[in-house]
Each structure stands twice: as structure tokens, then as C-alpha cells.
């Protein structure tokens, strides 16, 4: 499961707006990060010719079970490190802000030590 930062934002935003929106596409991956459709473009053909997720032919964006399984662990990175943050007293915001680098250089033994540590 070896695939770049970049990469893992944009499997997670699809994540994520799966769970408030019917359906998503690339024009609100480009509004939820804040950037260009042609860039999110580009990142959503790369994605789909790495599997990792579907685009039917009325651009509706879909995770593959491999984009799913990226998504879901970065995901559950964000939510347990920025919770753990403000519990120890970071500043909310700096919190999730944190939280959003860490998720991506983690190993999944660091990870999982914190995990067990928390629970």
C-alpha cells in the first residue's frame, strides 16, 4: 500500500464527503480542498489508473476496495491523533492541522503502539 501524501488526501476527502454527500465528484474534492479542478483532475486520472477508485460516465467518484482500505486508515489516523492532541491540550485547530501531517509519516507500528497506549 505504498502510495504518496497527495494521494492519501484525495482518497480521504472522497472519504469523507462520501459519508455527507449522495454522491462526489471531482468539483467537490476541488471545493473541499481548495483547489483547481484541473488539478483535481489530474489526481482523479491517476488515482482511477492505480485502481483506486471508479468515475462512471456521469463523473460520480467512487473508492475501490483498495482506495477504501488507503482512505479508511488515514482516516482513522486523522480522528485518533487529533482527538488524542486535544485531549493532552493542543489547540484544536492545531490539532487537526498536526494530526493531517502525522497521519502520513506514521508507521503502522508507531501507530499502533499509540492506538493500544490510548485505549
Known sequence: MNINESAENYLET????SK??????SVDVAT?????KSSVSVAMKKLRESNHIEVSPEGYITLTPSGR???ECIYERHQ?????????????????ADACRM???????SFEAIKRHIQ
Not at 497521519?103 to 507500528?109: G, Y
Open 103 to 109: 497521519e502520513h509519516v506514521i508507521s503502522a507500528e
Open 14 to 17: 472522497i472519504l469523507i464527503l
Open 32 to 36: 473541499e480542498l481548495d483547489f483547481k
Open 80 to 96: 485518533l491523533i487529533s482527538s488524542w492532541l486535544i485531549r493532552l491540550g493542543v489547540d484544536p485547530k492545531v490539532a487537526v
Open 69 to 71: 482500505e488507503i482512505a
Open 20 to 25: 455527507s454527500h449522495p454522491v462526489v465528484r
